[in-house]
């Protein structure tokens, strides 16, 4: 069984820092397209970052140089680097994941994951 679980989420004010840890268990990294989503109260699911094994990644937008995402296969982790933050950051982070490479440049879309964690929550705010 496949299991994603998220950390670090926490309350932080506007132009700090925090970095999110998605442990897995189960999971393959053989190949992987995995990422982070998030949903902030009253509005749709949306994908953040995503990255696959053969080094394809995307990035929203409204996150483009000041989140990272990154993996640690020995330590069967992804992590996301959230820097100079904003109030409309604010959300729940979770982290997805799947072994279809097929859908690598499709990895910001929910529709592509097959795993997921239960969240962690980012509140931005002074």
């Known amino acids: 069984e496949v299991q994603l679980v998220e950390s670090g989420g926490d309350w932080v004010q506007p132009g700090g820092s925090l970095k999110l840890s998605c442990t897995t268990s189960?999971?393959?990294?053989?190949?992987?397209?995995i990422g982070w989503f998030r949903q902030a109260p009253g509005k749709e699911r949306e994908g953040v970052q995503c990255?696959?094994?053969?080094?394809?990644?995307r990035s929203s937008t409204s996150v483009k140089g000041r989140f990272t995402i990154s993996v640690d296969i020995a330590a069967n982790a992804v992590y996301l680097q959230m820097n100079s933050l904003k109030a409309e950051d604010t959300a729940v982070y979770y982290c997805?994941?799947?072994?279809?490479?097929?859908?690598?440049?499709?990895?910001?879309?929910?529709?592509?994951?097959?795993?997921w964690g239960n969240g962690t929550l980012v509140t931005v705010s002074s």
């Open positions: 990255i696959s094994s053969d080094g394809n990644s």
């Open positions: 997805a994941a799947t072994t279809n490479l097929l859908y690598k440049v499709l990895c910001l879309r929910s529709q592509a994951m097959d795993y």
């Open positions: 189960g999971f393959s990294f053989n190949d992987y397209v």
